[in-house]
């Protein structure tokens, strides 16, 4: 068969840059596009798991949900709660939820769930900024002393005087009060702490310095309130979290003094209600429990969404619900591949086939490339027993494949099981891995130790992994990722490498030194 002239090999190779440089030079001035807005955001399901033994008696449970506004937004809100009614209302700025019911039985449960989808938000304060003599009614009536939040009380008043809080212009007087209650030594939460309490203790939760924060603040001339909320973690926990809002030239301003967070909030922080409120409140006596539940993914920014409109393949897998791991995995394989190849033909590194490593790299994205490694060689060395076990009985290749299939499985599955008693969360996600390759590639390990020797099997397994690490490296660029979701045309660019390396007649890396005396002599 005649070989393509090396002439025709180039124009391919040539035709395909050009197309994906002209591709990328249209999305990018005529389309608009930019790589900062492929970026893709964090969005999070957030579900209250409230628990109650109702005794068989009526049942009343009060909470608030969020609400959307500039900082956050909030979608797919739903209600799983069965034998509870909930109804919802607006108490000032707070959207107020209730569960009630008759008849509640011991064991009853409420689930309410969302997605939020948080933004960071951070205000430039200007230095000049005078205390205003007067304030909109709706402002003004955050200066007035509460039961927890005693601005009258001398204390405050001292403190405000001794920090030298009392003058000078806003920002000047934000900053010394959010020192002084960022300076307080922190305590676990275990209950109410008053802003008086805060001060004489010198420590405090974050409810105590946020109501010290707030006492200070309207004692000098700032409006301030008290926002309670989440930090948005993944997992579930009991724990929310308090911080400040002080109105500042006509806004309301954040503050995280438990955090040193100044004039800002990270897009973590999920905002429930404003006020001095309790989260929950629920009838007496009805062995209340709850937690907040919360998981996080990958999801298409807002400007992605408006923006990337010609092969929009992000935007089609968030039409189909389709995870971002998944997207990452299609779009990166090809790249993977052309790693493997240049390790096999250019390097001279044995593996298990051409894209085995490329798929035990995308496989070990949720458990890293550490833990990775060892679950390939902990399903090898299993596999390898098993079939050594299994060539005693002279089973028909099927069901012998079928076996080790069980195997495999069965040492994941364990692995997982010990790694959570260990309390390596990494780790106990090797169940994630597609238990056909893992398969192949023992099945692959066990097929070279019997026909090439242990010399040859352990070559080979070595080459997979050193590659299937460099594929980890390369396919979980965060970076890479980006360029190639927002421009899917550079696969383009893998295919033209592919097909440069595809006439490679050179030496190979490993074959210089191999035959390095023989190249020594020649010269």
Request: aromatic share 8%; glycine share 8%.
């Amino acid at each position: 068969m005649a070989l393509p002239h090396p002439h025709r090999l180039g124009l391919t190779v040539l035709a395909l840059v050009l197309g994906t440089a002209g591709l990328m030079a249209y999305k990018v001035r005529a389309l608009g596009y930019r790589l900062a807005d492929i970026l893709p955001v964090r969005q999070y399901e957030v579900t209250y798991a409230l628990e109650l033994d109702g005794h068989g008696g009526d049942v009343r449970v009060r909470s608030f949900l969020p609400s959307s506004d500039a900082h956050q937004t909030i979608s797919e809100e739903r209600d799983q709660t069965s034998g509870l009614h909930l109804s919802q209302s607006m108490e000032g700025p707070n959207r107020v939820a209730t569960w009630s019911g008759a008849d509640v039985p011991n064991g009853a449960r409420i689930r309410h769930a969302f997605k939020v989808l948080p933004r960071r938000v951070s205000y430039d304060l200007p230095a000049g900024l005078e205390v205003p003599a007067a304030y909109p009614p709706s402002a003004a009536a955050w200066l007035r002393p509460e039961k927890d939040i005693q601005v009258d009380a001398p204390e405050i008043r001292a403190t405000l005087q001794r920090i030298g809080a009392d003058q000078g212009g806003v920002v000047e007087r934000l900053r010394r009060i959010h020192a002084l209650a960022a300076s307080l030594q922190p305590r676990p939460f275990k209950g109410t702490t008053d802003a008086l309490t805060a001060l004489r203790l010198g420590e405090s939760s974050c409810n105590g310095k946020s109501r010290l924060f707030v006492a200070l603040a309207r004692a000098g001339g700032i409006p301030a309130r008290l926002v309670g909320g989440l930090i948005l973690e993944p997992g579930a926990k009991r724990t929310s979290h308090q911080w400040v809002e002080a109105w500042v030239a006509g806004h309301w301003v954040p503050f995280c003094p438990t955090n040193g967070h100044f004039a800002e909030l990270p897009e973590r922080y999920l905002t429930l209600y404003v006020g001095d409120e309790a989260l929950f409140r629920h009838t007496a006596d009805v062995n209340f429990d709850y937690r907040f539940e919360t998981h996080g993914a990958l999801v298409p920014s807002p400007q992605a969404k408006a923006t990337f409109t010609l092969f929009d393949v992000w935007g089609l897998f968030d039409r189909l619900r389709l995870p971002f791991a998944l997207l990452r995995t299609v779009l990166m394989l090809p790249v993977g591949a052309l790693l493997v190849v240049l390790f096999r033909n250019v390097v001279g590194m044995p593996t298990f086939g051409t894209f085995l490593p490329a798929l035990l790299a995308a496989s070990a994205g949720e458990t890293g490339a550490g833990y990775g490694v060892l679950a390939v060689l902990l399903v090898v060395a299993a596999v390898a027993a098993v079939r050594w076990g299994l060539t005693r009985l002279e089973l028909l290749h099927s069901p012998t494949l079928a076996i080790l299939l069980a195997a495999v499985v069965l040492t994941l599955l364990t692995t997982s099981m010990i790694a959570e008693r260990a309390g390596i969360a990494q780790l106990t996600r090797v169940t994630m891995f597609p238990i056909a390759v893992l398969a192949i590639c023992a099945e692959r390990f066990y097929l070279s130790l019997t026909e090439h020797g242990a010399r040859a099997a352990g070559k080979e397994l070595a080459g997979t992994l050193v590659v299937m690490l460099a594929c980890h490296a390369v396919m979980s660029s965060l970076a890479l990722q980006v360029l190639v979701i927002g421009f899917p045309e550079v696969l383009l660019l893998v295919v033209a490498a592919n097909v440069y390396l595809g006439r490679w007649v050179g030496m190979r890396l490993s074959e210089y030194r191999r035959f390095r005396g023989l190249l020594g002599g020649a010269a």
